[in-house]
Each structure stands twice: as C-alpha cells, then as structure tokens.
C-alpha cells in the first residue's frame, strides 16, 4: 500500500519551495584579480546562476574581518569587509539579482563576534565585572591563582574554549569563551544590549533590501545557566548537535530570540526569511526552530549527514516530513556546504574516512571519484524531486569533487592549526571554482592568482566545458531545475512507492521517481517514458549509484 506524505504548506511564501544556491564569496568569482572572489565577482556571474534556475542565493559572510575563519569573525556587521569590495558594490549586486527574480540571503553570525570588534576591544581594556565585558562571556578561572579555565568545554575546532586575557599590568586576567576559535568571542546573549544590537543590524540589513538571513551557529547562541561542565562522547559531531543536553546546544533559550527577530522580519513586506543553521540530535528537535513564530526554515543536517543507504535515507526522508510538516513548515534538504565533505566525494566515503575530519594527502580510504560522482548526481536528482525548499553549494552544479590534494602551507582553515594537522578540515570542499579549461586560475579571475590552489584535473569540471556536454552534471543540474519549477514539485504531497529494499522510490502526481542505492540494476518494468536520468542508460534497468525521473503510460 502506497503511503502518502504529505506536505503541510500554510501559504504561499517563496521560501516554501525555493532552490537556493550557496555562494562562498572568496571562492566564487574574484573580479579584481588578487586571488580572492568578490562581489563584482558574483554581479558579473548572475547571469549563469539565472540561466542554472535558481531561485534565491545565500552569500557567507562579506562583512568586515580578519578572515581567522574565513569572514564567520565578524568585527564591523554594518560594513563589507575591502577583499570583497564595498556597500555600494553590495547595493548594485543585491540590485542586480532582484532584477533577474533571485532572491538574495546574507550570512548573520550572531554567536560570536572577531576578537577585532570594538565591544571585544572594548572588553578586554574594561575591568572585571564592567558593562563592556557583560556583552561577552568572562569569567574568572578555577584553581587557587584562577589559572584553571572555568569550565571543562571543547572548542568545535580543537582545544579548549576558554582564553585568559592579560591584564593591563601584565598580570593574567579573566577567562572568555568561544565555543570556535579564541580569535570567536561568544557573545553573552542574556545581556539585552547585545540583543538591542542585532535588531539593529538585522535591521541595517533588511533596510538594504535582503531576503532573509542565514543565521550562523543558530542551536549555540543561549548557554546553560552556570555553564556546568560537560564532556562530549568521542564520536561527536564536528559542528556539534550529536547529543542531547550539551549546555552551549540547543537550549531553549534561543527560541525567544528567533520569535523576536521573527516579529521585527515581519514588519517588512515580501516574506523576508530566516534560516538556521542549527546542528541537533534529531529531526524532532529541528523542527522547534521552525515552529510558527519562530525561524522559517532550518537546515536539515540529519538528512545531509545520512550514508549511501536506501533504508537510511527513506527513514530521513520520512521523519524530516512528518517532523517539519507537523509544526506547518517545509523540509529542507541540503547535501553539500562549506563546512562538508563535497558529497561527490562523501558518498563514497568509507568508514576509515568520516567526513568530519576533511580529506587531505595522507587521509586513508580515499573515495573512489568515479562512484562519488554517480552517487553524487543521483543524489540530487532524488533531493530536487523533494517537496520542500533545497539547498545546492556553489560547484555542485559542476560535479567538483573534494580537492583531496592541498599541500599543507595552503591550508587556512583554524580546525587544521587547532588540531595540529589531525584534522585537515574544511579547505577542500572550498577552493575557487573553475570557469573556463583555458583560462588563467580556471577563469576564477584573469591574473591566475588562486587563495587555495585548483586541482589540474578541474580543468575537465570546467563550466565552460560541462556547458557544451549535453550529459554533464550542469546540463543535469539545469535540467532538473527547469523540470522542478515547470512541474511545481517545491510545493505538494509525495507519495511512497515500492521499488526494493535497495531503491528510494516515490511519486509526485504522475512523475515517478526512483533511486538505485544497491549493486545491482533495478528493473522498472515496461511502459516508461524517461524524463530525467542522472546519467544516460538505455534500457528499463535502472543501473546502481543511478536515479531517474519517468512517467508511465
Ligand atoms: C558555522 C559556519 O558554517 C562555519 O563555517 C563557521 O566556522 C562556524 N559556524 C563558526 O562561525
């Protein structure tokens, strides 16, 4: 008996639906030529984002910074930081995609600011107890001299997540958390100024005309009371969210902040959104970010996280639906971003490899390309046939793989340095992407210059020659987008199908959508009629690490 899901969906509002494209700004488009992508970069590039068919764009952070990590160290929130141009050049980009009907989401990273902010600046010269330390999270240290940090937390990126400051007079001073790197002051969320503060940006922002908000570290913001000790298991998740009850995630104290912030988006016309990056246990717990009144959507990690597993991934699909649509907001679904394994390369991960500690030059069990690739593009045919709003990261479009290869001198991200090179990290999901085969830096600019190095073999993942390839990943990628929005499969109810315990199966009115996850081919029986394959077979036999859109006669 076929099952059906359905989708719960209250209104109209863009978002519901909406494909919306990530762009890693310094790895984007670099139009002033000194190696790192910029804003001009992504105006000159709309064009190929609107003829791709998508429907909004989500920008990390621009904003002023020191780029300890790579701009989610913010110091000025109302400002962009000169590597990526200037407000104007914002105003004309945000102009720029209104006017091809792209929607366009900016980064928000509220849970911490740069150590470089003038409140933290401020902080440090102010004493003990002061107004200004009281808008970030100082404590004096345990031990008889105070030279133990406060509590026993782990930083996400390796160490502790306290620093002890120097007094003026040279002697050690209080302790500050960041839950990321000690250049990633957490903010002290119960302090209403810092509150006052972020309406006030959120505000600066909405002002300028955004879409929504991408809301950084979302499940950290708010500390349990008396930030007691707490030691993770071995195998947490890197981003944090694998346990329940962890006191710097999930406590419920975030959720005032989002109805507020909800409250004040709505006061603006045009169904501004905001997203949450919130890293929790289970879809359960997710779905209280999206709550009515509360954030609009929030990103499905439990369903990016999920293996190459048939059963797995009907399970995720299945609990994200009943999850989110119980409380009347749509699923996400996202597979790659900036902080994962490119999922051309995680789908074939194997269990030597997980993919929270990167992949570089000596990891063991390299995926095999060729299966992640396969696996990679059957993956999205399935997600882009999901009722809900999906997520897609810049590159993905092309195929890229992971760059597996970057010598260490170029390594940038803080996990590789605050784990003395245990866990290579994020650079490889984010080096600059390839335009054109023939071009200097693979038209990322026209001077060659490159902040992470290219792999020679991105020459082939070239857009300029997946362009002119009929069976390329973006003519797939474009083709399902364009089939996506003609037949509105953003929005409606799925119905579950019976294909084998190897396949997901499913059907959306009278499209039939099937993926292989097995070994072996799946035979689909007579009378189809393909409208989508994610790469070319003849035949009725759906091959494995393969998924195809049909009709029936
Ligand atoms: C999540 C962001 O996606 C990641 O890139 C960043 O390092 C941390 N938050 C800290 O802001």
């Known amino acids: 008996m076929a099952q059906v899901e359905q989708f719960a969906a209250p209104g109209s509002e863009w978002w519901r639906t909406a494909v919306i494209y990530q762009i890693y700004p310094r790895s984007f488009a670099d139009a002033s030529g000194d190696g790192i992508g910029d804003l001009p970069g992504i105006t000159a590039r709309l064009d190929d984002l609107h003829a791709l068919g998508v429907d909004a764009i989500w920008l990390s952070p ?40 792209i929607r366009v989401i900016v980064d928000l990273v509220p849970n911490h600011s740069s150590d470089q902010h003038v409140w933290f600046q ?3 010269k102010a004493a003990p107890g002061s107004p200004e330390r009281a808008r970030y999270i100082f404590r004096d240290g345990r031990g008889e001299n105070g030279d133990l940090p406060p509590n026993n937390w782990e930083s996400v990126f390796g ?52 879409d929504g908000f991408r809301v950084d570290v979302a499940h950290g913001m708010v500390k349990a009371e008396g930030l007691p000790d707490y030691t993770p298991p071995i ?7 694998g346990e329940e009850n962890v006191p710097y995630w999930g406590q419920d104290g975030v959720h005032d902040i989002y109805r507020d912030w909800h409250k004040l988006l709505a006061e603006y016309d045009g169904d501004r959104a905001l997203c949450g990056e919130a890293w929790l246990p289970t879809l359960a717990k997710t779905a209280l970010w999206v709550r009515p009144g509360e954030m609009h959507q929030t990103f499905n990690f439990p369903y990016l996280m999920t293996a190459w597993d048939a059963e797995a991934l009907r399970g995720v699909i299945r609990d994200s639906l009943d999850a989110f649509g119980g409380v009347g907001a749509p699923s996400t679904w996202v597979l790659s971003n900036h902080d994962v394994v490119r999922h051309a390369s995680r789908l074939a991960l194997t269990a030597d490899n997980p993919q929270g500690e990167g992949i570089g030059p000596l990891s063991p069990g390299k995926p095999d390309q060729t299966i992640g690739l396969a696996r990679g593009r059957a993956a999205t045919t399935l997600m882009l046939a999901l009722p809900g709003s999906s997520y ?18 170029f390594r940038q991200d803080p996990t590789w340095f605050r784990t003395n090179g245990e866990r290579y990290g994020r650079d490889g999901c984010r080096v600059p992407l390839p335009w054109s085969a023939e071009a200097p830096a693979y038209g990322f600019n026209t001077t060659g210059a490159s902040w992470l190095p290219q792999p020679a073999e991105w020459a082939g993942f070239a857009r300029d020659v997946e362009e002119a390839d009929a069976e390329s990943t973006l003519n797939l990628y474009k083709r399902l987008l364009a ?24 059907r959306r009115g009278d499209l039939h959508v099937v993926a292989n996850l097995g070994e072996t081919p799946i035979e689909l029986g007579g009378n189809v009629s393909f409208v989508i394959q994610s790469q070319r077979f003849s035949g009725t036999a759906l091959p494995p690490n393969t998924a195809a859109w049909f009709t029936r006669a």
């Open 483 to 506: 089939e996506r929005r003609e037949r509105g499969l953003g929005g409606g109810s799925l119905v579950w199908e019976d294909a084998g315990s190897d396949a997901v199966a499913f």
């Open 159 to 210: 160490g502790g997540q306290w620093t002890r400051t120097t007094n003026p007079d040279g002697t050690p001073g209080q302790w500050y958390l960041h839950i990321f790197d000690p250049t990633q002051p957490d903010f002290d969320w119960t302090n209403e100024e810092v509150r006052e503060e972020f309406r006030s940006i959120l505000r600066f922002w909405l002002d300028r005309g955004v």
């Open 122 to 124: 401020q902080a440090l």
């Open 392 to 409: 897609l990261y810049q590159g993905e479009e092309l195929g890229l793989p992971e760059a597996m290869e970057i010598p260490d001198e």
């Open 62 to 101: 621009f904003m002023t910074s020191p780029q300890k990590d790579a701009g989610y160290d913010v110091a000025d929130y109302r400002d962009v930081d000169p590597i990526f141009g200037t407000l104007a050049d914002f105003d004309e980009m945000l102009a720029q995609a209104h006017a091809r009907g």
């Open 235 to 241: 195998e947490a998740d890197s981003m944090g969210g």
